[in-house]
């Protein structure tokens, strides 16, 4: 088992320093996806507050947990403002960070706009190595304390819409900055694709609403996300919504995972939800499973306007 947890901490910290690492995912990103993609600022016409709270892997020792917190909606007509603070933590490695965004509308038609959004901030990484049991304790790689560095950070979002569907995408980590937590001897016998580099993400974001009658409406989406030289990952999710108050869904990834999602609105203002993982059958054997919870508040319209 000893042997298990030491190769799951050295592959959390290679995670950060290589370029196949993935950013934090969420299952319930259709209900906070200004996480994934700041261009949906303001398209809604109020300002609202979500925390996602995901406990990966359950069961697994040093499995990663992560908290998101966004604020963000409506300035005026053609502005959207928002902002997010996060930590995610796996093992002996974290990340915590901040970021702003400023989005512009741009109308198209009648029903349809187009958002450009930019949002910068930072981000910083921590490796605390006190208390790791290795085999070779002369590896450089396991020398030392505590690492930690800042780095700046910046995402560019793109998003269409209209009252009922957007499709946009976003490119997180786009100044690629450099990690610098490795000695200048060790770092210097990485080869480049083992480089500290971050490197640039793509996600591609879609939803549609339909509504089935007065009480029903159904929302499928999808989320791609994709960093080279890694195989691209799709999310499949459906949601359905009952007199706007109950919804309940699920999602497919294409790694195999499937999750069950249910929420409950209060007043119009008051949401929280949860997700449940399945994981594929890799995991299954060693974790019971990836538990999500979110909660959200919406503030007063500033018109009358709003695509919901």
Not at 121 to 141: R, S
Not at 229 to 256: C, H, S
Request: hydrophobic fraction near 40%; glycine fraction near 6%.
């Amino acid at each position: 088992m000893m042997k298990k947890i030491t190769l799951l901490v050295l592959t959390c910290l290679l995670s950060i320093l290589t370029n196949a690492q993935q950013l934090p995912q969420i299952t319930q990103y259709m209900m906070n996806n200004y996480v994934v993609n700041p261009a949906v600022a303001g398209m809604d016409d109020y300002y609202q507050v979500r925390t996602s709270i995901r406990n990966q892997f359950v069961g697994i020792a040093d499995a990663p947990s992560t908290t998101v917190l966004s604020m963000y909606g409506k300035k005026d007509e053609n502005v959207g403002l928002g902002g997010v603070v996060f930590t995610d933590q796996a093992g002996p490695t974290s990340r915590v960070g901040a970021s702003a965004s400023y989005t512009y509308h741009f109308p198209l038609t009648k029903d349809v706009k187009l958002a450009l959004a930019l949002s910068g901030g930072f981000t910083q990484f921590k490796i605390d190595k006190a208390g790791w049991n290795v085999e070779n304790t002369n590896d450089p790689l396991t020398q030392g304390d505590i690492l930690v560095q800042s780095v700046p950070d910046a995402t560019f979002g793109f998003n269409l819409y209209s009252k009922k569907w957007y499709v946009g995408f976003s490119i997180p980590q786009l100044l690629t900055s450099n990690l610098d937590l490795l000695d200048n001897d060790f770092a210097d016998k990485l080869t480049s694709e083992q480089s500290g580099n971050l490197s640039r993400h793509l996600f591609v974001l879609a939803a549609y609403k339909h509504n089935l009658n007065k009480s029903w409406t159904i929302e499928p989406s999808i989320l791609v996300k994709s960093v080279e030289p890694v195989e691209a990952q799709m999310d499949f999710g459906i949601k359905a919504t009952y007199d706007d108050k109950l919804w309940f869904g699920t999602d497919y990834r294409t790694n195999g995972d499937i999750a069950a999602l249910v929420g409950y609105s209060i007043q119009d203002r008051y949401m929280i939800g949860y997700s449940y993982d399945v994981l594929n059958a890799d995991l299954s054997d060693y974790s019971n499973g990836s538990h999500e919870f979110m909660i959200a508040v919406k503030f007063n319209s500033q018109s009358s306007n709003s695509v919901k």
